[in-house]
């Protein structure tokens, strides 16, 4: 039997922002209090109920968020002034023509995320351009509820001894301002629905929805590396290159007819990105601020520089640490330093860091740091855009620039608060956990408390010798329990 409790940690237990915030129902969960006992497959349902629920809330401030725009239109530079940009009002004039085609119009969008762009089009009625933008923009906010209750479903299921840091990705500030400004959450939860897949052992599925997460978003490849990386280290290559494969046929057979009919249509959004410079948001944007403009070419090249030392950080950090780290915790690092040196780095580029911070148990507090300076790069983007139309209004270039390189230092702190906690977590787990330790740690059955002291203490030291050997990571999939077969030593 696992020394595990089946039901799942209560959060105000356990993080001091939690017990603070449940001040408003009642306060923390009493010290003599216990969570009702239920099957260990359905522990984690009634917290993701209960998500699920304050998640449509957190979308509905999303939404009140852009009704200055909602109600006037997105016309320039005024929905910038508003901070109520989006993306999808502008795709509401995509008509009938389907996307990807000859003489279609064309989309800035991978494959997936395009379609379902066209199809809720379709359903938008005949009327003044602001009619159309409101209706479009109402689908997709319908839509987009369904995504985050699926979204916050699917990351407890995935760590079901701790369905409650699903809050990360239902309650969070950065899900309220940049939740409606494109469609990224689709491929956020497909990414999602794939790693949990992948940690039930179900390859094929994972690979299959592995493939459309990557027609709808890029970045889903680093999942796939970060797996990869583990499964080096576990010796379970032969279950990742099922993966790769299953991924790369279902990319391949979603791509092919459109690749047939008209390959310049699909493939466009990539030459666009390989022929772009610099874009918001970026550090290399940040040096032609401040007088030291790059070049396409060069940008490119130390873009893919970057992506090579993610990889060579995210494989030091999967093979060189005493115990295994997580495979949420090395997809968040690698796609840290993945984002951050990217050509552009667009205020959504939160959501894709959402769920991973859910799934490695980010304390609330380094989850709020982070937000804060999302939301002041939030405001400061938009602001400076504006300025570029009137500038004696608009933020200057060089605050515009400060602002950009602390939300990077922010994304950086992240990274650095996941590797200390993975670092900590030595070939023998401790009974008390660190200082800076971030992550829920669930519950251990013990005998009951009027037990004596002594016998207590033999029972934490068999327990926790038991505990050494658990299986810390909930998507390990085909890994789990499997012994290091590589590990690199750093003297």
């Not at 064309?106 to 762009?117: F, T």
């Not at 407890?156 to 309650?171: C, G, K």
């Not at 059955?445 to 909930?474: F, M, N, Y």
Request: proline content about 7%; some cysteine.
């Amino acid at each position: 039997m696992s020394p595990y409790a089946p039901e799942s940690v209560a959060p105000t237990r356990i993080d001091p922002v939690a017990a603070s915030a449940s001040e408003i129902i009642g306060g923390p969960l009493g010290r003599y209090a216990e969570p009702a006992r239920r099957a260990a497959r359905s522990a984690w349902q009634p917290a993701a109920a209960v998500l699920v629920g304050l998640s449509s809330l957190t979308v509905a401030f999303g939404v009140l968020q852009k009704g200055h725009c909602l109600t006037k239109g997105w016309n320039n530079p005024d929905q910038f002034w508003h901070a109520c940009y989006s993306d999808l009002p502008v795709s509401s004039g995509i008509g009938h023509a389907m996307p990807y085609l000859s003489g279609a119009p064309r989309l800035d969008q991978p494959l997936i995320s395009g379609l379902v762009m066209w199809l809720v089009g379709l359903a938008v009625p005949d009327g003044t351009v602001l009619v159309r933008q409101q209706w479009y923009f109402a689908l997709w906010a319908v839509l987009i509820v369904v995504i985050v209750m699926a979204l916050v479903i699917v990351t407890a299921a995935s760590v079901p001894r701790a369905p409650w840091r699903a809050a990360h990705v239902a309650l969070s500030p950065v899900l309220v301002l940049v939740g409606l400004i494109s469609v990224d959450l689709l491929g956020v939860l497909l990414a999602s629905v794939a790693l949990w897949a992948w940690g039930r052992n179900k390859i094929l599925l994972s690979g299959l929805v592995m493939g459309l997460a990557i027609s709808a978003r890029s970045y889903p490849l680093v999942l796939l590396v970060a797996i990869g990386l583990l499964a080096v280290r576990s010796g379970k290559m032969g279950a990742w290159a099922r993966l790769a494969a299953t991924t790369l046929v279902t990319w391949f057979a979603v791509s092919l007819p459109w690749l047939v009919m008209n390959a310049d249509g699909l493939l466009s959004v990539y030459r666009s990105w390989w022929r772009s410079g610099s874009g918001y948001g970026s550090l290399w944007m940040v040096s032609g601020l401040l007088g030291q403009s790059l070049p396409q070419g060069r940008v490119t090249a130390l873009v893919i520089l970057a992506w090579v030392v993610a990889m060579l950080v995210g494989a030091l950090f999967a093979l060189s640490l005493d115990r295994r780290p997580t495979v949420a915790e090395v997809s968040l690092v690698i796609l840290v330093i993945v984002v951050v040196t990217g050509k552009a780095m667009p205020v959504q580029a939160g959501l894709w860091l959402l769920p991973l911070i859910a799934l490695v148990g980010l304390k609330w507090r380094d989850h709020l740091i982070w937000a804060a300076f999302e939301a002041t790069y939030f405001v400061a983007v938009w602001l400076y855009i504006a300025g570029i139309s009137t500038p004696n209004r608009g933020m200057p270039a060089g605050l515009y620039s400060v602002l950009t390189v602390l939300r990077v230092v922010a994304w950086l702190f992240v990274l650095v608060q996941v590797w200390r906690v993975a670092r900590s977590r030595g070939p023998a787990v401790s009974s008390e956990p660190a200082d800076n330790e971030p992550l829920e740690r669930e519950p251990v059955e013990r005998e009951p408390r009027d037990q004596e002291p002594a016998e207590r203490g033999r029972l934490d030291e068999h327990l926790g010798s038991r505990e050494q050997d658990e299986e810390v990571d909930p998507l390990a999939g085909p890994m789990a329990g499997a012994p290091d077969e590589v590990i690199v030593r750093i003297s």
